[in-house]
Nanobody, 110 residues
Framework: QVQLVESGGGLVQAGGSLRLSCTAS????????MGWYRQAPGNQRELVAR?????FVKGRFTISRDNAKNTVDLQMINLKPEDAAVYYC??????????WGQGTQVTVSS
């Protein structure tokens, strides 16, 4: 079984930054994709970014993974009110099985 625990959410002013972290426990394979989704009230859950290893930048967001520690981080800069949502850590195994964290709230004040 896989457990995902997120941390780092909170309240930030527009233009500010936040770093979300997720730690996976259980049996984790290097081939598992890890990433972040978000869901705002009334909206569907949407993929923010997903990664197998290393780091990449997607606009204002940088996702990075440490396979040795089974962690995936999401660095968010220049946050906008529309970025406010519950952010969920995700692990995707073999493009079939999804595991989810409990979610962490990100609130952006204008």
């Amino acid at each position: 079984q896989v457990q995902l625990v997120e941390s780092g959410g909170g309240l930030v002013q527009a233009g500010g930054s936040l770093r979300l972290s997720c730690t996976a426990s259980g049996i984790i394979f290097s081939s598992d994709a890890m990433g972040w989704y978000r869901q705002a009230p009334g909206n569907q859950r949407e993929l923010v970014a997903r990664i197998i290893s290393g780091e990449f930048v997607k606009g204002r967001f940088t996702i990075s993974r440490d396979n040795a520690k089974n962690t995936v981080d999401l660095q968010m800069i220049n946050l906008k009110p529309e970025d406010a949502a519950v952010y969920y850590c995700n692990l995707l195994r073999a493009n079939i099985r999804n595991y989810w964290g409990q979610g962490t709230q990100v609130t952006v004040s204008s």
